[in-house]
Structure formats: structure tokens, C-alpha cells
């Protein structure tokens, strides 16, 4: 029960600070977007995937692999961090090498380059900082990366307002990225090294090979993801032009911030509990799973109804007319949420149950559709083609990860419980549709409300009336989840 409590309390932290950090991003990247105009933005957008692409050989896997090893081998921490810093070290270097060596070979112009190089250096400095935060989360202290992450977005809102408010150009926004970056990963270390350990910076030759070794199906995994989420903004960006990719990545800043604030943060505090779990609780494992997995579905599905009914006003609210275009990218790309929200799931429970290797290959499949289906649908249909691609990624990745999965685990199918999420969500769409003419924020209100009554009533929720305490993300482990 106290690990119950455990996850609660780290789950509540974190969806509450992604929350609050990704309505700082948002509010930042509406500005900049709106400051910029879809050409300049696009060219900031195609910047910032390009580096995050190749930025996944900074971190090499080594943060997946350390969370379930410290987790459950605190003794060996000092030995594993030192390590792990001087390997990070090195591929910091040769990622800016290839950052550098690749942008040049593509023939971009000198502004493009420009942005690269500044974000290249915040992207790799931003891997420090994701290294201290997994340990923060293998230790279950996830207050301390709450604090380094909105730190992060506060400062960076900051520079952003002030960039608008005297009307700095692109490079002075590309160069506060480098700059928050750098600020947020000297807190962060500065909390670990003061509040658990003075690492003593002993390098293991032979240690730092089996860690290379260890992550090498977590970097796999981490490349495939990184390509098929980030390959259709460079694709744009190379086949149709930086307005397109603007056009592309307003909608899918959009939903990326929800990705991050809800699925992402579950499993981050559900991570370290099934690592534990699956060497201490067959039972305890299969539970968190399950309920985990019944969140999820009843929070992706109503989201997808309510932004593909809402998109028009979303774009319009935040972005203003020039976004237009938007629109039909953002009804697309939410249908892929249901898919996003389950695969986060079932990607981290492979992972967990070391079966790394069967994640890793169904994203490598789908890196490869995702990089087909771009090829063969941006140039008929452009940021739209984009969108039809990611979705169509994501529904085959979660066949894959679900067919691999169930070998191990059998996956129970809860009729009923789908069935009661559906038919909610299917009427809280027809509420907003009927309200559309209203405020955006008061039609969200009324579906919210809507949704979660109505679903109480019907007695779809787990645990009835117990539904709104703090325990009910993962409830009590001795109870049924309906």
C-alpha cells in the first residue's frame, strides 16, 4: 500500500507540474509563433526537430537503462553516475560533430544553420538535465524535477517576452533556448549533488562498456521514436518549404503538450513502480498495468472527440487566421491520441519486463512506414500528408507493441468498460457540438462536466464514489478496478 501511495504522490507531481509547465510552453510557443509568422516559425520548427532527431545518440539510451538499474541497485549509484556523465560526455561531442557535419552537407541557408547550432547546443545540454531528472525519478523524488522543469519554462517565457515586446528576431529566440537550457541543467545538478551524493568521478573502463552495451536497445528504441515523431517536419521542411512545416507544427505543438502532460507523466511515475514490481509482485505488476491502462483510454478518448470537434476554434483562439491550414492537421492528428496515450503504456511495460528489444523493433517499423507514407504523401498533400502519416504510424505501432506484449501478459478486454467510455464520449461530443457557437473555454468547461458526471452516473468510473480522491489514478491495489 505505501508503494500505492508512492505513485500517487509522484503521479500527482508530475501531471500537475507538466500541467503547469506546458501551459507555460504553450502560452511561449504561441507567442513565438504568432511574433514569427508561419515562414520563420516553420524554419524554427524544422530546426528544433532536426536536432532532437539526432540528439538521441547524446543520450545513447543510458537514462531508460539507469532508472530501472538504480532502482534496483542504489548501492552501485556512484559508481553508475560518474560513469554514465563521462559517457555522456563524449557523445555530447561527437553528437555535435554530426550535427554540425550534417546540416552543412544538406546545403541550408547560413539563418537555418544559424538555428541549428544554437539549438543543437541546447538540445545536447538538455540531455544533462533529462539525466538528473531520471535519477530524481529512480529515487521517487520527483518534487526536485518538478522544480527544475518549471524553472526551465518560466525563464524561457520570459525571454520570449521579452523578444516580442522589443521585437527580437529568430536568433535571439533560438539563442533563449541555449540559454534556459543552460540554466535549468545547473539547477538540476546542483539539487542532486547537494541532496544525495557527491559523485566521486571515478571512471570503469570496463563498467562504461557494459553500460554502452546495456542501453544499446534503449538508443535503438529512442532513434526510431525520435525519427518517426520529428521525420515529417524535416521532410516538409526538405519537400514543400518552411511555411508548410509551420503550418504542420502549430497543430502538433498542440497536442505534443498533452502528450507530455498526461500519458508521459504516468509513466513516469509508473515506470519505477513496475520495474520494482516485476521482481517483487506478479500480481502488484499486473494490477498497476491494468490500471494504468484504464486511464489512459479514459482520458484519450474523450480528448480525441473534443479537439477533433474544437480544432477550428483552437487554431483560430491561439493562432489567428494565418494558421488557418492548421485545422485539418490538428482533426487528424487527434485521432491518433487514443493510440499515442496506450503505446506510451505498453512501450514502457516492454521495456520494464526487459523485452526492450520487441519495443525497439516495433518502432523500428514504424520509423519505416511513418518515412514511407511522408515520401509518398507530402508531396500530394503536403502538412496534411504529414498528419495522415503519423496517424497511421501510431495505429501500427500499437498492433505491434500489443501483439508483442500479450505473450507475457495476458491483456483482458474490457467490454463493458470501453463501451461506457465510448458512448460518453460520443455524447459529450454532441453537447460541444451543439455549444460550438459559445466560448471555447466555457464549451470545455461544459464537456468536462458533462463527461466525468455522466460517466459516474453510469457507473463507468473504477472504484464509484471513490473516484475523486487522490488515490483513484491507481487505486487500492486489493480492489477490483470495476
Not at 511574433?35 to 538521441?56: M, N, P, Q, R, W
Request: glycine share 6%.
Amino acid at each position: 500500500m505505501e508503494k500505492v501511495k508512492i505513485i500517487v504522490k509522484n503521479t500527482f507531481i508530475l501531471i500537475t507540474t507538466k500541467a503547469l509547465c506546458n501551459v507555460l510552453y504553450f502560452i511561449t510557443f504561441i507567442y513565438i509563433a504568432r511574433h514569427l509568422g508561419s515562414v520563420d516559425f516553420g524554419k524554427l520548427s524544422f530546426a528544433l526537430a532536426f536536432t532532437l532527431i539526432l540528439g538521441v545518440f547524446c543520450d545513447f539510451g543510458i537514462k531508460t537503462w539507469m532508472i530501472r538499474e538504480v532502482v534496483r541497485n542504489k548501492t552501485q549509484l556512484d559508481l553508475y553516475v560518474s560513469n554514465i556523465l563521462f559517457i555522456k560526455s563524449l557523445l555530447a561531442f561527437g553528437t555535435f560533430i554530426l550535427i554540425s557535419f550534417i546540416i552543412h552537407s544538406l546545403n541550408y541557408s547560413k539563418d537555418v544553420i544559424t538555428l541549428v547550432y544554437f539549438l543543437g547546443g541546447a538540445v545536447i545540454i538538455n540531455s544533462f538535465t533529462q539525466t538528473g531528472n531520471f535519477l530524481f525519478r529512480a529515487f521517487e523524488r520527483m518534487e526536485f524535477e518538478a522544480i527544475v522543469n518549471l524553472f526551465g519554462r518560466a525563464i524561457f517565457l520570459i525571454f520570449t517576452l521579452i523578444a516580442v515586446s522589443m521585437e527580437l528576431n529568430i536568433f535571439y529566440i533560438s539563442g533563449s533556448f541555449l540559454v534556459t537550457n543552460l540554466l535549468a541543467c545547473s539547477l538540476c545538478w546542483f539539487i542532486f549533488l547537494s541532496r544525495f551524493t557527491l559523485i566521486p568521478f571515478t571512471v570503469n573502463i570496463d563498467l562504461s562498456k557494459k553500460i554502452i552495451k546495456a542501453s544499446f536497445p534503449f538508443v535503438l528504441m529512442e532513434i526510431f521514436t525520435e525519427i518517426y515523431f520529428r521525420a515529417d517536419a524535416v521532410m516538409l521542411s526538405l519537400m514543400k518549404g518552411d511555411k508548410y512545416v509551420g503550418y504542420y507544427n502549430t497543430a502538433y505543438q498542440f497536442l505534443e503538450g498533452i502528450l507530455k502532460m498526461l500519458p508521459l507523466s504516468l509513466m513516469g511515475a509508473l515506470f519505477p513502480a513496475l520495474a520494482y514490481a516485476f521482481i517483487s509482485s506478479e500480481k502488484e505488476f499486473k494490477l498497476l498495468f491494468t490500471k494504468g491502462l484504464r486511464v489512459l483510454i479514459m482520458i484519450g478518448i474523450p480528448l480525441t472527440v473534443g479537439i477533433y470537434i474544437l480544432a477550428d476554434k483552437f487554431i483560430f483562439f491561439f493562432y489567428g487566421e494565418e494558421y488557418v491550414p492548421s485545422i485539418f492537421v490538428l482533426k487528424v492528428l487527434s485521432l491518433a491520441l487514443p493510440f499515442i496515450f496506450i503505446n506510451s503504456l505498453l512501450g514502457t511495460t516492454l521495456c520494464t519486463i526487459n523485452r526492450q528489444i520487441l519495443w525497439t523493433t516495433a518502432c523500428g517499423v514504424g520509423m519505416v512506414i511513418n518515412i514511407l507514407l511522408n515520401f509518398i504523401l507530402i508531396p500530394l498533400f503536403a502538412e496534411r500528408g504529414a498528419a495522415i502519416a503519423t496517424v497511421v504510424t501510431e495505429g501500427t505501432l500499437f498492433f505491434l507493441a500489443l501483439f508483442f506484449l500479450y505473450k507475457f501478459i495476458p491483456i483482458p478486454v474490457e467490454y463493458a468498460f470501453l463501451l461506457k467510455t465510448g458512448i460518453t464520449s460520443a455524447l459529450m461530443g454532441l453537447l460541444i457540438s451543439i455549444l460550438k457557437q459559445f466560448n471555447l473555454f466555457v464549451i470545455i468547461l461544459a464537456g468536462m462536466t458533462f463527461y466525468f458526471s455522466f460517466l459516474f452516473i453510469i457507473d463507468g468510473f473504477p472504484q464509484g464514489k471513490k473516484v475523486l480522491s487522490k488515490g483513484y489514478l491507481l487505486g487500492k491495489l486489493k480492489q477490483p478496478f470495476l
